[in-house]
């Protein structure tokens, strides 16, 4: 266990629907990271909070919206998504951004697919 | 950003030592290397980081070489569980969204 965690493990959603990724951390730590995982592709960074801001959108679509009430909880809400947005959705938290922001532990991800 | 470059994939037989080069010829003063473990449908494991000459924890060694254009990530005596992907990551730590994957280095370890 990485002390991060995410639910759910596997959604299946449709193109109208609305869900919602959780992600939690129990480290202590103060930047939490969104990374999106496609089949035989490699991880792509998506948005970068740290204290409860963002500091970072990787041109990522509007349909993903990111929230982060607090340094422990990080969400992914979901609207309209496309088929190619199936993938798996990875959470991650370092100590802060800067000077420990290489290391970064994952939680297990969610597993989704959009039909 | 650093470019990083490492074999596609390895096969090693179990007990055996394995070592994972890494090359990354435009490395910068401030960056530090960065070694990641992933399984198959899980989030990537921090496993080590380094900056210069040798880094080991009970997990594995990191030798990297005076002029820092390399890296090698040793596993001694592998067993199964660690058929994985590593990858070897390259940049200052002070900007983490430079943090960048690449598709890493397939690691089959057999009996």
């Known amino acids: 266990e990485t002390g991060v965690t995410q639910t759910p493990r596997h959604l299946v959603m449709g193109m109208t629907n609305k869900k919602s990724l959780k992600c939690e951390q129990h480290?202590?730590?103060?930047?939490m990271y969104w990374y999106k995982q496609s089949a035989k592709k490699p991880l792509e960074l998506m948005f970068v909070y740290n204290f409860k801001e963002q500091t970072e959108n990787n041109s990522v679509p509007s349909r993903f919206s990111p929230e982060c009430p607090n340094s422990s909880h990080l969400f992914l809400h979901l609207h309209t998504l496309q088929p190619e947005d199936s993938a798996l959705y990875l959470c991650?938290?370092?100590?802060?951004?800067?000077?420990?922001?290489?290391?970064?532990?994952f939680g297990p991800g969610t597993r989704l697919t959009v039909t | 950003l650093a470019k990083t470059t490492q074999p596609i994939s390895m096969d090693s037989y179990e007990g055996q030592e394995v070592n994972i080069t890494c090359s990354h010829n435009?490395?910068?003063?401030?960056?530090?290397i960065t070694w990641y473990q992933q399984f198959p449908s899980q989030g990537p494991r921090f496993i080590i980081q380094g900056y210069k000459t040798k880094v080991t924890n009970e997990v594995a060694s990191l030798f990297i070489p005076a002029d820092r254009k390399s890296s090698t990530l040793s596993l001694p005596r592998v067993s199964l569980s660690d058929t994985a992907v590593y990858y070897c990551?390259?940049?200052?730590?002070?900007?983490?969204?430079?943090?960048?994957f690449g598709t890493g280095t397939r690691l089959q370890v057999t009996l």
């Open positions: 480290l202590g730590h103060n930047a």
């Open positions: 991650a938290s370092s100590r802060n951004r800067d000077r420990s922001s290489y290391e970064q532990y």
């Open positions: 990551l390259v940049g200052d730590t002070g900007t983490a969204s430079k943090l960048t």
């Open positions: 435009n490395i910068a003063t401030n960056d530090y």
